[in-house]
């Protein structure tokens, strides 16, 4: 970041308590509104289950971006760098190990589309006035980008007796257990890509459509 340009920094589970301090100072000293700083926190349970990436990222001040796999890692990656930009903050990315360790193969796309969320960033930039890390500023980017999708939702008015809050890996295994059990596209589901700061509008606008909420 240092030399004008973007970076991202990946950081294994064994390394997180000992980086807890370089995150924090990365958020003190982060102030560059023309590049983005992402940083990739390794998830895993398994072999470190009393480290919880997303405690440690929330503690130092971080917003926090988990994808639920390897093709939504890539741009969950352009994601977090447009929210860094926005919101003059580095941004954590929670990966799970069963993503980081995938052989899946991800077709290829442009690198780079210019879109209204980058002219969203630019404007912010212009105005100058939002302060570092601001949430309304970087919900505003994020719901741009729809980080946080609700699916199956039932008719305003109506309820649902169950729906399924979801986020990273366990998205895709909730996926596949609703499609064995026939219901897919039959459940309410909101799938979190933004996990601090929390949405608030849109996580009460799913809840008030189900009577329960399981949160995976």
Same mark, same amino acid.
């Given at each position: 970041?240092?030399? #004008?340009?973007?970076?991202?920094?990946? &950081?294994?589970?064994? =390394?997180?308590?000992?980086?807890?301090?370089?995150?924090?100072?990365? !958020?003190?000293?982060?102030?560059?509104? @023309?590049?983005?700083?992402?940083?990739?926190?390794?998830?895993?349970?398994?072999?470190?289950?009393? &480290?919880?990436?997303?405690?440690?990222?929330?503690?130092? #001040?971080?917003?926090?971006?988990?994808?639920?796999?390897?093709?939504?890692?890539?741009?969950? &990656? @352009?994601?977090?760098?447009?929210?860094?930009?926005?919101?003059?903050?580095?941004?954590?990315?929670? +990966?799970?190990?069963?993503?980081?360790?995938?052989?899946?193969?991800?077709?290829?796309?442009?690198?780079?589309?210019? /879109?209204? +969320?980058?002219?969203?960033?630019?404007? !912010?930039?212009?105005?100058?006035? /939002?302060?570092?890390? =601001?949430?309304?500023?970087?919900?505003?980017?994020?719901?741009?980008?729809?980080?946080?999708?609700?699916? *199956?939702?039932? *008719?305003?008015?109506?309820?649902?007796?169950?729906?399924?809050?979801?986020?990273?890996?366990? @998205?895709?295994?909730?996926?596949?257990?609703?499609?064995?059990?026939?219901?897919?596209?039959?459940?309410?589901?909101?799938?979190?890509?933004? +996990?601090?700061? &929390?949405?608030?509008?849109?996580?009460?606008?799913?809840?008030?459509?189900?009577?329960? +909420?399981?949160?995976?």
């Amino acid at each position: 970041v240092r030399g #004008g340009r973007s970076a991202v920094a990946v &950081i294994p589970a064994s =390394d997180l308590v000992g980086a807890v301090e370089g995150l924090r100072g990365a !958020r003190a000293s982060f102030g560059n509104p @023309e590049q983005g700083l992402v940083v990739v926190l390794e998830d895993d349970p398994e072999n470190e289950p009393m &480290i919880c990436p997303r405690r440690l990222a929330i503690g130092a #001040g971080l917003p926090v971006v988990e994808p639920a796999d390897l093709a939504s890692l890539r741009d969950a &990656i @352009e994601q977090a760098l447009r929210l860094s930009r926005a919101g003059t903050v580095p941004v954590a990315i929670v +990966v799970h190990r069963v993503v980081l360790s995938s052989m899946e193969s991800v077709p290829a796309r442009p690198n780079r589309v210019v /879109t209204t +969320v980058d002219e969203l960033i630019l404007q !912010r930039r212009l105005r100058g006035s /939002t302060r570092l890390g =601001d949430a309304p500023d970087l919900l505003r980017v994020a719901r741009r980008l729809e980080l946080n999708v609700a699916t *199956s939702l039932p *008719s305003p008015g109506e309820r649902e007796v169950v729906g399924f809050i979801a986020l990273g890996a366990c @998205e895709r295994a909730l996926a596949d257990v609703l499609s064995e059990l026939q219901l897919a596209g039959r459940v309410p589901v909101l799938r979190l890509g933004l +996990v601090s700061p &929390i949405d608030d509008a849109a996580l009460q606008r799913f809840i008030d459509r189900v009577q329960h +909420v399981v949160v995976l």
